[in-house]
């Protein structure tokens, strides 16, 4: 799976999500960017977005617990962390998407690839 993390900026478009006062430390919010579903965290002060779709079984996974980095699927306990989408316990074996984030006038921005 392609980290998206790792995409330079000139090739995502960024997109205005909502206001950091939205998303509290150690909460997350739910959004769809098109037809993705994305979960955004705010951990320690610091945004990240993944997909919100756990790539063993295609079920939600931005309802799980999180623990330092890694949000755990509350279906049937594996790991990805947020910052990479990368998976990090199985049953998973594969990686999520993980998007660029930015903050800007206040404002969560999300960066998703350009067409």
Request: charged fraction near 30%; glycine fraction near 10%; hydrophobic fraction near 40%.
């Amino acid at each position: 799976m392609f980290n998206y993390t790792e995409i330079k900026e000139n090739k995502v478009d960024y997109l205005e999500i909502a206001p950091t006062s939205e998303l509290p430390e150690g909460e997350r919010l739910f959004v769809d960017i098109g037809d993705t579903p994305v979960v955004i965290f705010n951990i320690a002060g610091k945004f990240y977005a993944v997909g919100d779709i756990c790539s063993h079984d295609d079920g939600p996974l931005g309802d799980g617990e999180v623990e330092e980095f890694r949000v755990v699927c509350p279906r049937h306990g594996a790991e990805f962390d947020v910052r990479s989408g990368k998976a990090v316990r199985m049953p998973a074996v594969v990686d999520i998407p993980a998007y660029p984030v930015r903050i800007k006038d206040g404002m969560i921005e999300v960066g998703v690839p350009k067409d």
